[in-house]
């Protein structure tokens, strides 16, 4: 499977149409790869916490519209990272959508831990509440975003379900690189998953990003790493090493607790 990670700039002074534009262009620029994942929150940046609301769009929206297509026309399984969605009754959700290569929306996630300590995310949006996977062709795809990856329950909750290729799009700021790294590397090994996580460059209102996207097999090792500015990191791997590594090495099956999970949603 060919993977590539658009780890796109998020700037103050981009409209985030030109912005979406641009993302457009960028999927579409990686016509044969398998899947494409964009960040999260790029549309305002993760930090931008007063635009929320005023940028804040319907699940069938602008970027719903220019994701769909370019997924279409790129021929590409899509992970569109994830906008501020304003629903029915005027909550707010960070979602994420999952397109296939025809353009049809194949899952939606709603992310079920917020940041802020009581402030910012965690206060201006809903929360979540319902495990995703998306099933593709040789992979099923657990979907994560952001400050979830500091949840190893939910990752394992997505292991249960299927999940063999972890995909978590983030605005992870840069002073905190270290515990990115770390983190998406322990839920690699911890559930014997490849994990895919896609950061921002940029500056998110005065925050400056992490960037340093990567691809992490189910040993732990880093197959790709993006540096800190604009790119595309684009990775090779094989969906297959998951089944061979829990057989060779089957400690999920030695689990005792937290068993019971609930059913996901795809």
């Known amino acids: 499977m060919r993977a590539s990670l658009i780890q796109i700039a998020v700037n103050e002074d981009e409209t985030a149409e030109a912005r979406r ?3 457009a262009s960028l999927v579409r620029a990686q016509a044969g790869a398998d899947l494409v994942v964009l960040p999260e929150l790029w549309t305002t940046g993760a930090f931008a916490f007063e635009e929320f609301a005023a940028r804040a769009e319907p699940r069938e929206g602008p970027t719903h519209e220019a994701m769909a297509k370019a997924a279409s026309e790129a021929g590409v399984w899509l992970h569109a990272g994830s906008f501020p969605e304003r629903d029915e009754h005027g909550a707010l959700y960070n979602t994420s959508l999952v397109f296939s290569p025809s353009g049809d929306l194949a899952a939606a996630y709603r992310k079920i831990h917020r940041f802020g300590f009581d402030k910012g995310e965690a206060v201006l949006m809903s929360a979540g509440d319902a495990l995703v996977t998306a099933a593709l062709p040789g992979t099923t795809l657990g979907v994560a975003t952001c400050y979830d990856l500091r949840f190893p329950e939910l990752f394992r909750a997505l292991v249960d379900a299927g999940a063999e290729t972890l995909v978590v799009p983030a605005g992870w700021p840069e002073r905190r690189r270290a515990h990115w790294t770390l983190l998406a590397r ?18 998110h209102a005065g925050v400056p990003q992490a ?18 500015g604009e790119e595309v990191l684009t990775v090779e791997f094989d969906p297959a090493e998951v089944a061979r590594t829990r057989e060779r090495f089957p400690a999920l099956r030695d689990r005792v607790l937290g068993l019971d999970r609930p059913a996901p949603r795809s």
């Open 211 to 228: 960037g340093h996207s990567l691809v992490v097999d189910p040993w732990g090792e880093v197959l790709a790493e993006a540096g800190s």
């Open 186 to 203: 322990a839920r690699a090994v911890e559930n014997q998953a490849f994990v895919l996580a896609c950061g921002t460059a940029g500056t």
């Open 21 to 23: 534009l641009r993302a």
